[in-house]
């Protein structure tokens, strides 16, 4: 019998995530609010008072209030902080307890539609969190800047830098033992020393030239500058370009150990 | 042509080979199968005939295709009952399917019918809306083989479709299995079950620590391997002592024909199988033999894979 070949689409794959996301997306909407209200309440008013009366709005923060510092900052952090969620667990889990991956691995999907399936999705889920989180800065008098707009784009591909080599990583994972010392000892650091607080200056030397060094201080230069309005366009383009070059090496390297894992 | 066909199929681990040098062809239209014990190579074969393991040797040829480079090609016109199920739990039931039939590609319009007639078709239409999770272990195992239909596949590939299900949950997936064979719809499934390869199979091949040890249909093999019945004698303690006492009695010959009174003996941890082609005249002759109790049987399976291998199926 004559049968057309199945084309298949990453696309295919994204549909699945969006049913499985379908079931609880209220929450996952709610929590993309309260994050950013907590963090901004806690730090950027009370934290930022003492702040500010101390440095004064001073060059320091470039001249800026630090809420107006610290809200650009904490949209990048917290992208990140969401893109690892979802590229651990979740990844660990297609692979190993729900094994989603490998019923798709059984249809015409090949390695590479299953992981450009699901890191579509991780962007989807990044990118509408950051835009939650656009929206409480905005409630929080924290945007200067009608570019801010653009600001929730660049905190999806700081997070997406992070998800897709976590998530090449996680695909030679048996179990999740090291996931727990992953968050610890490489992304929460990077959380408190890339800048997002204070500017990375502050630090001795040797720590600052790391902190360039790390997706997230690329990540909270851009939604800084795109929130408050401070020009910096040569230097945009450059942490874009960091950025996607880390998004395109690690999905390079994630087709083969995605690959790899289903087709062994 | 045949649909599939190995030749010199292997498979490796590292150092351990799990698939070793098999050949075999399956025909259109045919069931056929795979029967083996525990770690005999039968997953490893049929996730390399479904097209997610590469071989590590010999050729394999699918529909005409080289998995190798036509995997996605071949997948598309394959349907997959994995031996571990690997359904969504926290998806509906006719989800489950939904999403499996977008994999391929499947319009929605294709595919509402499709699931109506394949939930009728496993008997699930009642639970459509439900949640996977609850579902009993039949349940999901029909829902598997439905899911794995949703593309009118030319070949379903089953791996143990009927391993920890309860015998009458079992009946359940056999009977549907002969409606598709009935409907024309090639098979290729693997099993430890005897009774299940005898029941389900037109042709099979045993394996045996990743070789094939014997092929044919389940009466020739059992014509070729084994007598046409067997005599049980079981004595829990002292079955070495019976199997002498038993050895001894075969150097006589048989009262009635004259030809040797067995054809073999096999001593297990709790009885000693006679192969005979009369086991009644057997039995009349045990004289001295005074075993704790005696069965006669017809050969099955089980007999063929204990000549061949000296070990049973299932321990
Ligand atoms: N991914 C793997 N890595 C290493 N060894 C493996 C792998 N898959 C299978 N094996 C080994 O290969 C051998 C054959 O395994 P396979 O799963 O094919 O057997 P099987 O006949 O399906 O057994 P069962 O009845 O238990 O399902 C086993 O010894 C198993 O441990
Ligand atoms: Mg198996």
Redesign the interface.
């Known amino acids: 019998m004559a ?1 057309t ?5 990453p696309k ?2 994204v ?2 995530w969006l ?2 996301y379908r ?1 609880n997306w209220k929450g996952s909407i709610l929590t993309s609010f309260l994050s950013p209200v907590l963090f901004l309440a806690a730090m950027g008013l009370g934290l930022g008072s003492l702040v500010d009366a101390e440095v004064g709005s001073g060059r320091d923060l470039g001249g800026l209030d630090y809420l107006d510092f610290l809200a650009p900052g904490l949209l990048a952090g917290n992208a990140m902080m969401l893109a690892v969620n979802e590229s651990t667990y979740p990844v660990l889990g297609g692979f190993k307890w ?3 991956y ?9 390695g590479r539609d299953i992981l450009l399936g699901h890191f579509t999705y991780m962007a989807f889920r990044v990118t509408l969190a950051s835009f939650v989180f656009l929206g409480v800065m905005a409630a929080f008098g924290a945007v200067s800047s009608p570019l801010a707009v653009l600001a929730p784009i660049c905190a999806a591909l700081c997070g997406m830098a992070f998800a897709t080599p976590t998530a090449a990583f996680v695909a030679t994972r048996i179990n999740a033992d090291n996931f727990s010392t992953y968050t610890r000892f490489v992304v929460m650091p990077m959380f408190l020393f890339s800048g997002i607080f204070y500017p990375v200056s502050q630090l001795p030397i040797v720590l600052e030239q790391i902190a360039w060094l790390t997706p997230v201080w690329h990540g909270v230069r851009l939604c800084r500058a795109l929130s408050t309005g401070s020009g910096m366009e040569w230097e945009l383009i450059g942490h874009l370009a960091y950025l996607v070059a880390l998004i395109l090496i690690g999905t390079l390297i994630a087709s083969r150990t995605f690959t790899r894992r ?3 | 042509m045949s649909l599939i066909a190995a030749w010199g199929l292997s498979k490796q681990f590292g150092d351990f080979t799990a698939v070793d040098g098999i050949d075999f062809e399956v025909e259109r239209g045919e069931v056929f199968g795979f029967l083996g014990p525990n770690g005999a190579g039968k997953s490893s074969t049929m996730r390399m005939i479904g097209c997610v393991s590469d071989p590590s040797g010999g050729a394999l040829r699918i529909l005409g295709m080289d998995p190798s480079r036509e995997g996605t090609n071949i997948r598309s016109r394959l349907g997959v009952v994995p031996q571990q199920d690997n359904l969504d739990e926290e998806l509906s039931v006719a989800e489950n399917l939904y999403v499996y039939g977008r994999y391929f590609d499947l319009p929605r319009s294709v595919l509402r019918t499709r699931i109506a007639e394949l939930l009728d078709f496993v008997q699930l239409s009642e639970r459509a809306s439900d949640h996977v999770e609850p579902l009993s272990g039949g349940m999901k195992r029909r829902l598997t083989i439905a899911r794995a239909l949703i593309s009118e596949p030319e070949v379903l590939l089953l791996d143990e479709p009927t391993t920890g299900l309860d015998p009458q949950a079992r009946h359940v997936v056999w009977e549907r299995l002969w409606t598709l064979k009935r409907q024309g719809v090639t098979q290729v499934l693997t099993t430890h079950y005897m009774d299940e390869a005898e029941q389900l199979c037109d042709r099979l091949v045993v394996m045996d620590r990743g070789k094939i040890v014997a092929e044919g249909s389940p009466r020739q093999l059992i014509e070729r391997y084994s007598t046409r019945e067997v005599v049980e004698l079981r004595a829990h303690d002292q079955v070495s002592v019976l199997t002498d006492a038993l050895r001894r009695l075969g150097e006589r010959s048989d009262g009635y024909s004259g030809d040797p009174l067995y054809e073999r003996v096999e001593e297990l941890p709790d009885r000693v199988l006679l192969y005979t082609d009369h086991g009644e005249r057997m039995v009349a002759q045990l004289g001295e033999v005074k075993p704790e109790s005696v069965l006669v049987r017809r050969s099955t399976l089980e007999d063929v894979f204990l000549h061949l291998t000296g070990r049973t199926l299932v321990d």
């Open positions: 049968r070949a199945v084309i298949p689409r295919l794959a549909e699945y049913l499985t079931r729900y094994r989603t490998v019923a798709m691995a059984s249809s015409p999907l090949r289903l087709y062994e």
